[in-house]
């Protein structure tokens, strides 16, 4: 999964603390997006966005969830107070289309004790 | 909900072809099959991607039947490192960025 860059890899938060993803995109890509996947199931999508928008933001929860993808810098997911339920794995991908070519990164797997 | 049937599980053989089947039944007239395979612990990883026509490329072979409802991607002499969880996809018609992935089928490479 080279060039998508997700830091960290692993991360522990207790409940009620603020969780914070990052994401660097395939030089180039402008389109990132932010994937969930609990164990033993498939990847549900949560937002879309490009440079400093939103594109679709469906898949995300509306409270305590939020995304970002600034001119400079990296995608953040960032969870407020999180829960138990939150724990998973994160995945972000970028694509220089939005639409096709996407290119994954090898996660972030948040634990919440 | 996924718009793919994929079986939970494979075994095959080192060296022998791994036959990878998925029903699309639903499937619309614009919309491509697509498959990934995530190798445990990391991202998902692009394989191949068709619409009507068979596909080959340097990872495997993707075979889409005339009616289009069921398509099998091959493997042609698979590895112990093809040991992965591979997903069927159908793009979105219309929502051409949302992905939409079932349980995938759990493909174990036997020596």
């Known amino acids: 999964n080279a060039g998508v860059m997700q830091n960290p890899r692993h991360l522990v938060r207790r409940r009620g603390q603020e969780a914070r993803l990052r994401c660097s995109p395939v030089k180039g890509h402008s389109h990132v997006y932010w994937y969930r996947q609990l164990p033993e199931e498939g990847l549900k999508f949560m937002v879309y966005?490009?440079?400093?928008?939103?594109?679709?933001e469906s898949g995300m929860p509306k409270e305590r969830f939020s995304a970002e993808f600034p001119k400079e810098g990296p995608s953040i997911l960032r969870i407020q107070q999180v829960v138990r339920g939150d724990s998973a794995a994160y995945f972000c991908?970028?694509?220089?289309?939005?639409?096709?070519?996407?290119?994954f990164g090898s996660g972030t797997r948040l634990t919440v004790v | 909900d996924a718009k793919t049937t994929q079986p939970p599980s494979m075994d095959c053989a080192e060296g022998r072809a791994a036959n990878l089947p998925c029903n699309h039944s639903t499937i619309s007239g614009n919309e491509y099959v697509y498959w990934y395979r995530q190798i445990h612990s990391q991202g998902p990883q692009y394989i191949i991607h068709g619409l009507k026509n068979n596909e080959t490329n340097e990872m495997a072979s993707l075979i889409i039947t005339e009616d289009r409802k069921s398509s099998t991607l091959i493997l042609p002499h698979a590895t112990l490192r093809d040991t992965a969880v591979y997903y069927c996809i159908v793009r979105v018609a219309g929502s051409n960025y949302q992905l939409i992935w079932g349980a995938g089928t759990k493909l174990i490479i036997k020596p």
């Open positions: 966005l490009q440079k400093e928008n939103i594109i679709d």
């Open positions: 991908a970028s694509s220089p289309t939005g639409v096709d070519g996407y290119t």
